[in-house]
């Protein structure tokens, strides 16, 4: 449905996409996810056809969004970040307005208006003055605009920003709902939003992308691949001997859990040996025991000192900490931005 190629774009110095890559299938929810000055609305305003790209291609239901820019166009409904909003209208004048922009024959924009504001939940609110309606509705007046035209590729831009939590629950829901009969990429700077409405999450850090997968499976990954960091005052062969006998008493399912192979002896610190134990849940707990307890207490009886025993976190998780950690200087970097518009 939609096909990003290799999509870079440079402000200045400053390459704000960095070679995206992606495909977005039909009647899906994809939810781009990344903190502040990631590039979200950047990629999301060249694959509208609102802003250049210094490089490569974007394909929206086969039309290039360069090469036929008016037929890529009507395949795309958008709520930019900032949605544009004429203020002293009503939500019924706006709608009318926009599709008379989207060139809709005269005669069905009634009906068809009439159609996107019972999705949208606006009819109560049609005739007054969008300047008067709350945050939550203003989104919504936003969204039925994009609608307008039955557009098959819906693009919103951070949609549940600025809303109170029980907007927020109205418009997520709309949104799933959207998904049923359209392609749908939104994105958010919230992990728990895009893993609650998406059904892929495409994952940028600084223009690039990191992952692109489902909720389910990056969960799975965070889970899987977190570790207990684990440091012992003994050499690597008595601290295997430890572990396997620890590990031979622990029930069945969980003898997995310890892999000598990732054992090693650290000469500079004296007879010290470090090695990692999968955790497979949050609290560290294996039948409800804290796994901490029983790897302290096995080297306690052998006169071992454990030195240290932190939980690493897994990678990708560790990636989003990472992620969410540099947005406050990039939000900087913002202010000092020059204003490059197409
Ligand atoms: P996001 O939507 O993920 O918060 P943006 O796409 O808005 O990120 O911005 C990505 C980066 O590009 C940021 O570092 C931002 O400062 C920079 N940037 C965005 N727009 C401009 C612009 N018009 N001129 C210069 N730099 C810009
Ligand atoms: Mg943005």
């Known amino acids: ?23 977005v299938e039909e009647n899906q929810v994809y939810g781009f996810l990344g903190p502040n000055g990631a590039g979200k609305s950047t990629t999301m305003n060249i694959i509208t056809g609102c802003l250049s790209a ?8 086969g039309h290039d969004i360069f090469e036929e820019p008016y037929e890529a166009k009507r395949q795309i409904g958008y709520l930019p970040e900032q949605p544009p909003l004429y203020m002293d209208m009503t939500p019924k004048e706006y709608l009318t307005f926009v599709a008379q922009a989207k060139k809709i024959k005269k005669a069905s924009i009634p009906s068809a208006i009439e159609g996107i504001m019972r999705k949208t939940s606006i009819l109560n609110v049609k005739d007054r003055l969008i300047k008067n309606l709350s945050k939550g509705y203003k989104q919504r007046v936003g969204i039925a605009g994009a609608l307008v035209g039955n557009p098959p590729v819906i693009i919103l831009d951070e949609p549940t920003v600025g809303l109170d939590p029980k907007q927020i629950i109205e418009i997520r829901s709309l949104i799933k709902e959207l998904g049923k009969n359209h392609t749908v990429i939104l994105s958010s700077h919230i992990l728990s939003e895009v893993n609650s409405i998406c059904d892929k999450i495409l994952i940028i850090s600084r223009g ?13 990954h965070f889970r899987e691949g977190s570790m207990l960091n684990v440091l012992v005052r003994c050499g690597m062969e008595t601290a295997i001997e430890v572990m396997d006998k620890l590990m031979a008493g622990l029930p069945a399912s969980e003898k997995n859990i310890w892999s000598s192979e990732n054992a090693k002896t650290d000469t500079h610190l004296g007879e010290v040996t470090r090695f990692k134990v999968p955790l497979y849940n949050e609290n560290n707990t294996i039948e409800g025991k804290d796994i901490r307890d029983s790897i302290f207490k096995a080297f306690g009886e052998r006169n071992i000192t454990v030195l240290e025993m932190s939980p ?14 540099s947005s406050t200087e990039e939000e900087y ?4 931005a020059e204003e490059e518009e197409m």
Do not use: W
Not at 214 to 220: A, F, G, I, Q, V
């Open 208 to 220: 690039k992308l990191i992952a692109d997968d489902t909720p389910e499976n990056l969960t799975k």
């Open 1 to 23: 449905m939609v096909e990003v190629k290799n999509l870079v774009k440079v402000y200045g110095r400053k390459k704000a996409v960095d070679g995206l890559t992606f495909n």
């Open 333 to 336: 970097h913002e202010d000092e």
């Open 312 to 325: 690493e976190k897994a990678s990708l998780e560790q990636v989003f900490l990472e992620l969410t950690a």
């Open 54 to 61: 210094t490089e490569g291609t974007v394909c929206i239901n």
